[in-house]
């Protein structure tokens, strides 16, 4: 206080002097007031020496530190992207809110914001990231970005949402998941362009019956709510591929579903569904279904062409019926654990496309049917846990292989018992199973180690439409070239566990090739004609010596599966991954990636990402170890705005 009066003081001696030094140097004060002057700058200058304090600071208020760095909004200007998550906010600052509408008035102002700040190279907002904050509620301010694309608030504590929401036409993907909404305001039902709205782990009880509005959504996310019934207008969303209604309450599913002919995949499970409507059958493209944790009590009867895989563990099923399971002509995976089943039908024999059955904790106590080892692509079958009599315990625990075989030796046990003693065998059949070739179109010469596929066995087959061989488990070097002769027709072929050091060109001539299985060999490449295999939908190669993701596969747009577990790959292009968009099995496990690109978490076709065993330290294995989709989402937080 002292100090600055006597600063005061100084200044206005000072101003005396030089106003007044004409006037009063004849009156003899001049050189008097001179000497204050200079008694006063003397101790001035000691104040200042003594430390150059403030002496108003403990009065004065600090300013407050902005919640957003102004340099996080300025670069968002530019970018048009600004990402707050995880900033601990209560709520969102004003200035985001107003983020271009204040720009215009401060442009006003000043033509050049300088240096790199230019006016006209600014953009509005059209990706805003809120998530992991706590947040309470929106303002209705948010009205002022309408140029937003993106918006995420996912894990908040929002419990409302502005109607403000409504105005936002131009948005494409709306995140609201982990917070604790308990309704939807029909105003978002109102965003014509919306792709993507994600709403799982919240409180919701009821969906308005808008919803049907959003004509162009793609993904809907209902799962972990509290939701009892869906309104009929679902079916009116024409554009959904794929939808998540898992852990809510319902006991009943609306007809209209059947009228979403673009789902590829429907997860129903942890419900209380006692039924599955008849008008599933509609939905044409539906490649996954999950039904687990409901109470069940039949297997539903839905003739999807494109249906992959059933899910349909922890229900009440006991019985599998003929009719159901004639309609699973394309299902490789028939997930039936924990139920009631007591029996297995022959018709199951009828799945040829079938690579693993759970059947583990039934009922099960009849003996098997010795036809389920004619299935030519069944790799694993589970039937642990049930009651089953003619069959020894250890060789249920020796796994699908050793279970396989024993099936196979009743089969010809009861072939043997019943032929006549005077019939004749010809040489080629000596060779090969000719039931295999006649009724299930299968070419099997595999387990015996051998150099080469002797020419009997392709003799066999002469004028046989052959879907399927099975050449594994020999020392072969190369590609039997006879197997051209089965171009017209050869759908799936397995030369796993042999000696091949390369793969021949001449494969890519098999043009109607969907399954082909390279496991346990010695490849390091695949040849770049394979690119021209447009029905090739799963390729096994785990066990080999790629040390990178083979270019090939890159432009295979029609493959589904791509196993690649223990090889060296050291990386992969997410940007053309994402080209593969019925891509749905990916393993890279136990390979030599150094990092995870995050962009692969774009790659939302994605439903099983395997990436244990590599070296990479991020993502950390706590979060590898809970599955593709918290993977997923941890690579997408990860991505640089």
Known sequence: MLLNFVDSLSRRVEAVLAANQRHVEPFGLGMGCQLIYESIQRKMSRFKRAGNVDSLAGFRTPKPEAAVPYGLLRAARKS????????????????????????????QENVSFGGSDCWWEQTNLTKLLLSSNQLTQMSEDIKLLPALTILDLHDNQLSSLPSALGELQELLQLRLSHNKLSSLPTEV?????????????????????????????????????????????????????????????LSSLPDSLGQLANVKLLDCSHNELTDVPVSLAGMLALEQLYLRHNKLRRLPQLPAPSLREVFAGNNRLELLEAEQLSCLSAVTLLELRDNKIRNLPEELTLLLTLTRLDLTNNDISTSLPASLSLLPNLKVLLLEGNPLRGIRRELLTKGTGDLLKYLRGRIKEEAEEAAEPTAMTLPSEGLVNTHNIKTLKTLEYSNKQAASVPDQVFDAADHQAITSINFSRNQLTAFPLRLLELRSSLSDINLGFNRLSCCSADICSLQQLTHIDLRNNQLTDLPSEMKN???????????????????????????????????????????????????????????????????????TSLRCLSLEGNPFRTPRAAIVAKGTDAVLEYLRSRIPT
Not at 81 to 107: F, I, K
Not at 212 to 234: A, F, I, M
């Open 80 to 107: 048009g992207q600004l990402n707050l998550s995880g900033r601990g906010l209560t709520e969102v600052p004003q200035n985001v809110y107003r983020l271009n509408v204040d720009e215009s008035a401060e442009a």
């Open 189 to 249: 039902c109102s965003l014509n362009n919306l792709r993507s709205l994600t709403l799982q782990q919240n409180l919701l009880e009821t969906v308005p019956e808008e919803i049907g509005e959003l004509g162009n959504l793609t993904e809907l996310d209902l799962s972990n709510n509290l939701l009892k019934r869906l309104p009929s207008s679902v079916g009116r969303l024409s554009a959904l591929q794929k939808v998540s209604l898992c852990h809510n309450k």
């Open 533 to 603: 295999l447009s029905k090739l939908r799963c390729i096994v190669l785990n066990y080999n010596r790629f040390n990178s993701f083979p270019e090939a596969l890159y432009q295979i747009v029609s493959l589904e599966t791509v196993m690649l577990g223990n090889n060296q790959v050291g990386g992969v292009d997410p940007s053309r991954l994402m080209q593969l968009l019925s891509l749905s099995t990916l393993d890279l496990s136990n390979n030599d990636l150094l990092s995870v690109p995050p962009e692969l978490g774009l790659c």
